[in-house]
């Protein structure tokens, strides 16, 4: 019996993610199950089709599921994990939106040990996937091709009157420092699927890896465990909640 197939398949790990998704991308029809929301959403008239589907929880492991799940019943021909991840560079700010270029899941081949001196000591060997490029440099093009910049300015414009609305004031920013929110940009980059992290050290160890690594986020190894074998292709886009530091929890 053939699968009915959907473009693209939209992962959601948090429920307050969701609501925003479902703002921007209405139901069309509820395909939501036992015990996993999901359903179409509606994409105008594109031409393409999405299942939108929220994780039972966030994680790599919880993502990997709902990839799993969603293709044990339906067919899909680009999976897309959305959500929020912590930065860890200068190259992005609170409110920015990253899109992975290449992925470094940390979560397998990882050693603890102890130093000399009895202090504990992580050792990494992440595996290393890159994405689809043509998608990446398609995403690339709107801030490039002149028939597209005007959308992505008008995006910016449109994000930087919310953040004003919704921030008015300065907040707390990376090392607790208070920053404005500003207008966002958009970035390529690569991305780390590594544990929740507010450790500066654990940061920095995981940067030491690969200093083109910008954002922190526990999702998208999952979501690639499941697609690889499949041969589908997949990537991550998140806005950046939160530098990754002590300061989060204030956020």
Known sequence: MTKRFFDILLVIPLEEELLEVQKVFPEKEDLTSTIVRRYEAQLGDCGLTMLVVQQEEMGRKSAQDAVEA????????????????????????????????????????TKAQETKDGELEIRFSPNHTKCHAPVVAAMNFVR????????????????????????????????????????????????????????????????????????????????????????????????????????????
């Not at 929020?84 to 940390?106: K, M, P, Q």
């Open 70 to 109: 969603a293709f044990d019943e339906y067919d899909f021909g680009f999976v897309i994990c959305l959500g929020i991840a912590g930065s860890l560079a200068e190259d992005l700010r609170l409110c920015d939106v990253c899109y992975s270029e290449y992925v470094d899941d940390f979560y397998d081949n």
């Open 144 to 251: 490039t091709v002149p028939s597209l910049q005007d959308l992505h300015a008008d995006w910016q414009l449109e994000r930087e009157a919310l953040a004003a609305q919704m921030f008015p004031t300065e907040v707390v920013g990376r090392d607790g420092k208070m920053e404005k929110i500003g207008q966002p940009k958009s970035k390529h980059c690569k991305v780390a699927c590594a544990a929740v992290s507010k450790s500066p050290k654990y940061n920095n160890k995981i940067r030491d890896t690969d200093r083109k690594l910008l954002a922190i986020e526990t999702e998208i190894g999952g979501v690639l465990a499941a697609v690889n074998r499949r041969k589908v292709h997949a990537l991550t886009i998140r806005g950046i909640s939160d530098y990754a530091d002590h300061a989060k929890d204030q956020l």
